[in-house]
């Protein structure tokens, strides 16, 4: 009769550990998102209101909930990081397995850069003067507001900018010479500023006959005639 007890209890014991096992693998995800939010509540990765990344999902976190949090999302086929209207439900497991990136936490600036090709042929020296005015007019206001945020910031990160002013950095494609400028900008007017430079670059270049803005074309070269004396060989001169 006890064989039979024991049998009885062993069989019983085995059952018992598959069905825990079953059950753990079961609520496996509802438990890691319950332990989602508890860090979410605790370390505040991001907060509602922040613009943010979790893996290729990009939005303005709008709710934090037990087992998830919710993002307007940005980007997608919409260009210059601006509102598609979808609204994207996520996992708080997620974020134990995915990247976050926080565009505005703690320090509401990121650095945009913008090319403009010009060719060989313009006054690329005066094209970068007029490029660097601009930058710093249009900038001017942004740098002000970052210059605080980076004193705040520093108390809590390691976010030491020295220089927040945008630059003009000089490069060279195959097509021309690239005047790429760099500055800071909100991430949220993110395209309103670029649209602001380009139409003010686009009416600065319009007054200069010795600047034009280069795209990909094929031209033939003569050394003998467009090159520089030194560099023709004796006997085509």
Same mark, same amino acid.
């Given at each position: 009769?006890?064989?039979?007890?024991?049998?009885?209890?062993?069989?019983?014991?085995?059952?018992?550990?598959?069905?825990?096992?079953?059950?753990?693998?079961?609520?496996?995800?509802?438990?890691?998102?319950?332990?989602?939010?508890?860090?979410?509540?605790?370390?505040?990765?991001?907060?509602?209101?922040?613009?943010?990344?979790?893996?290729?999902?990009?939005?303005? &976190?709008?709710?934090?909930?037990?087992?998830?949090?919710?993002?307007?999302?940005?980007?997608?086929?919409?260009?210059?990081?601006?509102?598609?209207?979808?609204?994207?439900?996520?996992?708080?497991?997620?974020?134990?397995?995915?990247?976050?990136?926080?565009?505005?936490?703690?320090?509401?600036?990121?650095?945009?850069?913008?090319?403009?090709?010009?060719?060989?042929?313009?006054?690329?020296?005066?094209?970068?003067?007029?490029?660097?005015?601009?930058?710093?007019?249009?900038?001017?206001?942004?740098?002000?507001?970052?210059?605080?945020?980076?004193?705040?910031?520093?108390?809590? #990160?390691?976010?030491? #900018?020295? #220089?927040?002013?945008?630059?003009?950095?000089?490069?060279?494609?195959?097509?021309?010479?690239?005047?790429?400028?760099?500055?800071?900008?909100?991430?949220?007017? !993110?395209?309103?500023?670029?649209?602001?430079?380009?139409?003010?670059?686009?009416? !600065?270049?319009?007054?200069?006959?010795?600047?034009?803005?280069? #795209?990909?074309? &094929?031209?033939?070269?003569?050394?003998?005639?467009?090159?520089?004396?030194?560099?023709?060989?004796?006997?085509?001169?």
């Amino acid at each position: 009769m006890a064989q039979v007890w024991f049998s009885a209890l062993g069989q019983l014991g085995t059952f018992l550990g598959l069905l825990s096992a079953g059950i753990a693998i079961a609520l496996k995800d509802p438990v890691t998102d319950l332990a989602g939010w508890l860090f979410l509540i605790w370390r505040k990765p991001f907060d509602v209101g922040d613009r943010i990344q979790v893996g290729n999902s990009k939005g303005d &976190v709008i709710d934090v909930r037990v087992f998830k949090f919710t993002v307007l999302e940005i980007g997608n086929w919409v260009d210059a990081d601006q509102s598609t209207g979808r609204v994207i439900h996520i996992p708080n497991h997620k974020i134990f397995t995915d990247d976050i990136f926080n565009y505005t936490s703690d320090f509401e600036w990121v650095w945009n850069e913008m090319g403009v090709l010009i060719t060989f042929e313009s006054d690329w020296k005066k094209a970068k003067k007029i490029l660097q005015d601009i930058a710093d007019d249009v900038c001017q206001e942004f740098v002000n507001q970052a210059r605080e945020e980076v004193k705040k910031a520093e108390k809590s #990160y390691l976010i030491q #900018y020295r #220089y927040l002013t945008p630059i003009v950095y000089t490069s060279v494609k195959d097509s021309g010479i690239n005047l790429t400028i760099r500055y800071l900008s909100n991430p949220r007017t !993110r395209r309103g500023i670029s649209q602001m430079l380009w139409e003010t670059i686009l009416n !600065r270049f319009e007054e200069h006959d010795d600047i034009d803005f280069a #795209y990909p074309t &094929v031209r033939y070269y003569n050394n003998p005639t467009e090159g520089k004396p030194g560099t023709i060989p004796d006997g085509d001169q």
